[in-house]
């Protein structure tokens, strides 16, 4: 027993310290390589847990470059001198990073802000480090025997595309205004307003705003804030910006997350998000998917979660039902075991990824970019409370935003934006049903019926027909009743509805319910 712990904790010491040489090593490097790792870190479906955790601590910190070069770069860049664009511009920056550096500034008549402002020759240099780490991956996959699973040339376009955002700061600027305008007057999130008239491709001027760092919990302490209710915010606010307004803050690491330290908030403390230059989106397949995914973990339903990794797309449909079931569950009945305080819903879903892997899985980008953001949010809220449970605080928020988000209501309204493309294509319908039907007419009367067995096939198929026309003529009549409504048109109203729309929707469910398949 003594000779295997010992044997564990030698393995473990090389695992910690591979992980620490390859950060030293990126650091040494230069900074598109702290980006670099940065990035590789999140790849928990990729890289060892050991180098993982080890280059989640790449700080993206630099020195920062002359601050009259900065002004120049804002001149040139807003197209005035920086004496009449601001009452005050501060050489001496705020802080730097690998693609920029910010500086406070007064805009004429006090207002206090921030500029951020592009590295000089930036591009050229992220350029020159792309290309290296093109060559490396090439190296990678030519050489190393699990390439298919690293896939080191795919790593490598994820962070050409990260990079290529964080280089326009107008689009982030474009980012923040977007998320503001959800949270507006929100007790939960602040988000700093854009100033448009100072900003361009390669200057971004912010609202300052002032807070205390969210990993800074000795602070949050002395100014008397709520971490229990703070920690629970926070993963309320991730999954309504997941999952209500599908554009999330994908760079949220405790620095880029601050805390209101307005004193009169103490006790119902808000979140300020700052730094928008990565975001993320889902399609609505994959955030329905995703969605249903969190539930049937919640509720431990492996077997919904095998059909919808399948019914997603991100399984091929040869894969056994029963076979992905068995591995969900291997995968998520050890995290059962212990209290739900405990359990992290990211590194389930991690794990569950990786699993899956093996079956063929292909992850879209914006998912491994969720994971990444829910890895962030949990460590920010288990660091501010250490007992916060997760699951009981996204549950009910996940299940009451997906009850709004397919009410009625809701898709009423989705079918009111859609109505002028209905509206469109309606007169080509008549022609498309009719050229449908001619050709399954057609095909009827060349069947030869020769046997029994193919009579009761001409049976069946005769009788799926029907139903088929039925189906599309019942959903033709509904999309005509809809219309009629929208537009108030089709006779006298009959409970406010016009007579035609009636006709139409009665006639259009009787032929649904016509279809509908009978044993």
Known sequence: MARREAREALVGKRQAERGARLRLALQELGPIFVKFGQILSTRRDLMPADIAAELSLLQDRVAPFDGELARSIVEASLGQDIREAFEHFETTPLASASIAQVHAAR????????????????????????????????????????????????????????LAAELDLQREGANASVIRRFWKDSPDLYVPEVIWSHTAERALTLE?????????????????????????KGVRVFYTQVFRDNFFHADAPAGNI???????????????????????????????????????????????????????????????????????????????????????????????????????????????????????????????????????????????????????????????????????????????????????????????????????????????????????????LLVAAAVLFALEAGGPPVLGVPAAAWVAGLGGLWALIAAWPRR
Not at 208 to 232: C, E, K, N, T
Not at 369 to 398: F, H, S, Y
Request: charged share 25%; with cysteine.
């Open 107 to 162: 805009l004429p008549g006090g207002r206090e802000v921030v500029v951020k402002v592009l590295r000089p020759d930036i591009e050229k240099q992220i350029d020159g480090d792309i290309a290296l780490l093109n060559s490396i991956a090439s190296l990678v996959d030519r050489a190393h025997p699990n390439a298919d699973k690293i896939r080191p040339r795919e790593v490598v376009r994820e962070v050409e595309t990260t």
């Open 208 to 232: 300052r705003v002032y807070g205390i760092p969210s990993d800074d919990v000795a602070a949050l302490d002395a100014a008397g804030i709520d971490r229990s209710a703070l920690a629970a």
């Open 258 to 476: 601050w805390v209101d330290a307005d004193p009169a908030r103490k006790d119902n403390p808000r979140f300020i998000a700052i730094d928008f230059g990565i975001v993320g989106q889902l399609s609505s397949e994959d955030q329905y998917y995703l969605a249903e995914n969190f539930m049937a973990i919640f509720n431990r339903d492996y077997r919904r979660i095998a059909e919808l990794h399948v019914q997603a797309g991100w399984m091929p449909a040869t894969i056994r039902i029963d076979e992905l079931e068995a591995a969900a569950r291997a995968v998520c009945e050890p995290y059962f075991t212990r209290p739900l305080s405990e359990i992290s819903l990211a590194q389930v879903l991690i794990k569950l990824f990786r699993t899956a892997q093996k079956y063929e899985l292909t992850l879209q980008p914006q998912l491994i970019l969720l994971q990444k953001t829910l890895l962030n949010i949990e460590g920010v809220g288990r660091l501010l409370d250490p007992q916060l449970d997760i699951w009981a605080v996204a549950k009910p928020v996940l299940e009451k935003i997906l009850v709004e988000r397919y009410s009625p209501q809701r898709l009423a309204g989705e079918f009111r934006k859609r109505l002028p493309e209905f509206v469109t294509r309606a007169p080509d319908m008549p022609q498309l049903l009719h050229a449908w039907l001619s050709q399954q007419v057609g095909g009827k009367h060349e069947l030869a019926m020769r046997s029994h067995d193919l009579a009761d096939l001409a049976k069946t198929m005769n009788a799926m027909q029907r139903r088929i026309v039925s189906a599309i003529l019942g959903t033709g």
